[in-house]
């Protein structure tokens, strides 16, 4: 058994290779015949401890207090200028931080992330806390970290690439860990060589009529108040418009794709151009063929520029028009589709009231005893009554304008789902939107009355309809956490059961949703999907929300909290822990470290070279210095 000397026979292999020693070198080799003396060495080679990587740091510390330099540290010790450099930062750390890598508190990954802490102070309030159990802030640290830190995920890095960057004199730092993206120290710079960029494509639009501001910041654009903004709101095109709005929002989407693809190439100015085109002939046509006098272009990562529209805003029609002038409009040149197409609905044929001679008491009480006939009658017909309630839910959702309470025989009033702030989800709310506008299309076509065109429908058509409607209807909103539809919440619960409701079907988390949540969220949603966390839990909070979006997408992901049904057979945690088992967190385990946070084993992510070996999370593996290596730094030193 040999029990030493592995170093000295690889150093004598490679002298043998070098051509510097031959076969017949001799080799002295002590040879143990004593059994007592062999076992006892066996023994105390397999009990040896291994020298803990926080107690490596603290040697490189004092070496460095010695004055030697790096490169004298390294060349002793045999390891690589970068790694030293690596434990020379970490052993400026306070040594309450030390301890607590050493005792398992935290883990070396968690070191390096206190030590890019500026603050010694705060390093040792922090390392402290971990040592009386709480843990590690990592979030905190992250988002300390952060603050201010702009890197090559910011949009603006679209279409100013690093040689555009490095061209206008900005700098660049890079992560001495290699753990975090680069970091751009000039925004400025970075902010000019954009609007450099962008500066063709503006002076070529301007050149057109166009007005363009360059919104290369987060600051709202300075626009006269007279002008809004483009977009496309559900129900109010023609049937032609709305073809024509489909076929430039395609267009749109290729472009965008065409754009994403040559920005890293020559070609990438001219599929900007094209694309902010589309984007233009897009917003026009969701309107009606507006014409858009301003455009205001901002940064965009994955396809260089942003586009927004902007038209004078639309005078309201006055009810007292001079008729005249409308029978002018009308025999003129057809005008382009109009945001809202006012439809004048046929009406069927009414009795006349009787009303000479008649009061006011006894036309109530007549009009109160007929109505509670049609009641019966009504109630006696389920078909007729489920024609009468779906053209009543069409009056008000999907006609326009909407048909008043004072203008209908039922007393139902229903309005669609749209909470202030809130946004429509082509995907999800805007299907449902889209269909009731080619409905509401077919009825105009039709000539009939909407209770006729209801029953003239098949009745899959017919149950369709009314599916659409009264979806549309639903509102389960709450603006806030204190504000808990329970009564609600159950009758939803209710309803996703029987629709076997599967929100990933249709969508996934996009940016809109996943901004307003918080790292920690962010992270646990990558953790419920299934998703890596390590490499996530060092990026930015902008770079993490595109990372969780691109993770869901890829795996048809939704968070468990957006399902109204309970998820208990799914045993995914909700987003947030809005709804989550409290007996599901019981804290920090026997190690310090917190449940579900960054707690490593030996095999963790411990980068090869810091400290030696593939267990240097647990202190195994790494390296001593020999006799032989303190007569060389004692050389360097002298």
């Known amino acids: 058994m040999v029990l030493d000397g592995r170093r000295r026979l690889l150093a004598l292999r490679l002298l043998k290779d070098a051509g510097r020693i031959d076969d017949d070198h001799p080799v002295p080799v002590f040879v143990e015949t004593n059994r007592a003396r062999q076992a006892a060495a066996a023994v105390l080679t397999n009990t040896a401890a291994p020298v803990h990587v926080a107690d490596v740091i603290a040697a490189i510390g004092r070496m460095l207090k010695a004055r030697l330099t790096v490169t004298a540290i390294a060349r002793a010790l045999g390891y690589g200028e970068t790694e030293i450099r690596r434990l020379a930062a970490l052993s400026a750390l306070p040594a309450v931080a030390l301890e607590a890598l050493k005792g398992g508190r935290i883990t070396l990954r968690q070191a390096r992330l206190l030590a890019r802490l500026k603050d010694s102070e705060e390093q040792a309030v922090l390392a402290q806390a971990a040592i009386d159990g709480h843990g590690l802030p990592e979030w905190r640290i992250q988002e300390q970290l952060g603050e201010g830190r702009i890197t090559a995920r910011d949009p603006r890095c679209g279409l100013v690439t690093p040689e555009l ?21 000039d925004p400025d710079r970075l902010t000019r060589a954009w609007l450099k960029r962008a500066g063709p494509l503006a002076d070529l639009f301007e050149a057109e009529g166009l007005s363009v501001r360059l919104r290369p910041g987060d600051d709202e654009p300075d626009l006269p108040d007279d002008l809004e903004r483009l977009y496309y709101a559900y129900g109010g095109l023609s049937e032609a418009a709305t073809l024509v709005y489909r076929e430039t929002r395609e267009r749109a989407q290729a472009a965008a794709d065409a754009a994403e693809t040559a920005l890293s190439g020559e070609a990438a100015l001219d599929a900007v151009q094209t694309l902010v085109r589309a984007r233009i002939a897009q917003d026009q046509a969701a ?47 057809a005008s382009p589709p109009s945001m809202r197409t006012t439809y004048v609905a046929p009406q069927a044929t009414a009795p006349a009231p009787e009303t000479e001679g008649v009061s006011h008491v006894l036309h109530g009480v007549r009009t109160d005893t007929a109505t509670r006939g049609l009641i019966r009658a009504l109630a006696e017909r389920p078909s007729v009554a489920l024609t009468v309630l779906i053209a009543r839910l069409f009056s008000c959702l999907a006609a326009w304008p909407p048909a008043p309470r004072g203008d209908a ?114 992270l646990s ?52 822990g809005d709804l989550a088992d409290a007996t599901e967190d019981p804290g920090p385990d026997e190690t310090g470290a917190e449940l579900g946070g960054d707690a490593e084993d030996g095999d963790g992510d411990a980068e090869a070279g810091e400290g030696g070996g593939e267990d240097e999370e647990d202190g195994a593996g790494v390296f001593m210095v020999t006799p032989e290596g303190e007569a060389a730094l004692r050389d360097a030193a002298a």
């Open 165 to 185: 960057y490095a061209a206008e004199g900005g700098r660049t730092e890079t992560d001495l860990f290699g753990e975090l993206p680069p970091v751009l120290l």
């Open 409 to 522: 025989a039922l007393a139902i009033s229903a309005s669609a789902f749209a909470p202030t702030g809130g946004r429509i989800i082509a995907g999800l709310d805007g299907v449902v939107r889209e269909q009731l506008d080619e409905r509401r299309r077919a009825w105009e076509a039709s000539g009939l009355t909407v209770i006729a065109w209801v029953h003239g429908l098949d009745p899959e058509d017919r149950f369709g309809l009314m599916a659409e409607l009264t979806a549309l209807s639903l509102d389960l909103h709450e603006a806030r956490t204190g504000q808990v539809r329970r009564t609600a919440r159950a009758e939803a619960a209710e309803i996703a059961a029987l629709c076997e409701a599967d929100l990933s079907r249709w969508w996934t988390p996009d940016g809109a949703y996943l901004r307003p949540h918080s790292r920690d969220q962010l």
């Open 525 to 576: 949603m990558l953790e419920a999907m299934g998703a890596g966390t390590e490499a996530a839990a060092r990026m930015r909070k902008g770079d993490l929300v595109a990372w969780v979006e691109d993770q869901a997408a890829a795996r048809r992901w939704a968070p468990a909290c957006l399902s109204w049904t309970c998820g208990s057979e799914s045993g995914s945690p909700m987003v947030g």
């Open 287 to 333: 309107t009606g063929q507006r014409l858009a006098v301003v455009v205001v272009l901002k940064p965009s990562l994955r396809t260089g520029v942003e586009v927004d529209c902007y038209a004078p805003v639309e005078p309201l029609a006055e009810e007292d028009d001079d008729e005249d002038e409308g029978a002018e409009a009308a025999e003129g040149e």
